[in-house]
């Protein structure tokens, strides 16, 4: 027994000494999603229905409410979904840093502050909604680059200026009134 326990240590050690950019990467990885929600967490000021409670280290961040993770990279945040919470706060920038973020719902909460122009850099964004806040400042022109965006909400707000015209690059996008956007059917 004790010699297989050496071989399996031998074994990873091995793994890690030739593939180092393996463990690496899912740890690093691992690390910024956590740091990301901790620090989006760090910039909510109320939280009346205590949600946020779960966001700790005693639970994987993957089990904390709102967040769900993929299925194909299970430590990776997919979807950041906080409806109707009451939470209260800004949006952190650090949202940018969930790279595999594909849906993002905060809509009917209490957020001010502006969109962070960060969140445009997201690739594999299909879904935006900020409905329903007190957020202001404009549309940040970099959500053009989220050629994946399907859905944005951000009716019910306080956003002043138009809607940037490189919104027309994201081809899966179709208008219609407040600010409203939904995927077109093929």
């Avoid at 990885?29 to 280290?57: C, H, M, R, Y």
Wanted: aromatic share 6%; charged share 15%.
């Amino acid at each position: 027994m004790e010699l297989c326990n050496h071989l399996l240590a031998i074994h990873v050690v091995l793994f890690l000494f030739l593939f180092p950019h393996v463990a690496t990467k899912e740890l690093t990885t691992s690390k910024t999603d956590l740091s990301a929600l901790l620090l989006f967490k760090s910039q909510i000021s109320s939280d009346p229905f205590g949600v946020l409670s779960s966001w700790n280290e005693s639970l994987h961040y993957c089990q904390w409410q709102g967040v769900l993770c993929g299925r194909r990279h299970p430590d990776r945040v997919t979807a950041l979904v906080l409806e109707s919470k009451q939470l209260a706060g800004s949006i952190s920038p650090s949202i940018a840093n969930l790279t595999f973020l594909q849906k993002v719902s905060l809509s009917d909460n209490h957020f001010h502050g502006n969109i962070p122009i960060e969140i445009g850099y997201l690739s594999r964004l299909r879904t935006l909604n900020l409905s329903i806040n007190f957020l202001e400042g404009t549309i940040p022109s970099t959500l053009g680059n989220s050629s994946r965006l399907q859905i944005i909400q951000l009716s019910s707000n306080n956003l002043r200026g138009t809607i940037p015209p490189n919104l027309v690059q994201c081809k899966r996008l179709q208008s219609h009134k407040n600010h409203t956007f939904h995927h077109r059917k093929p």
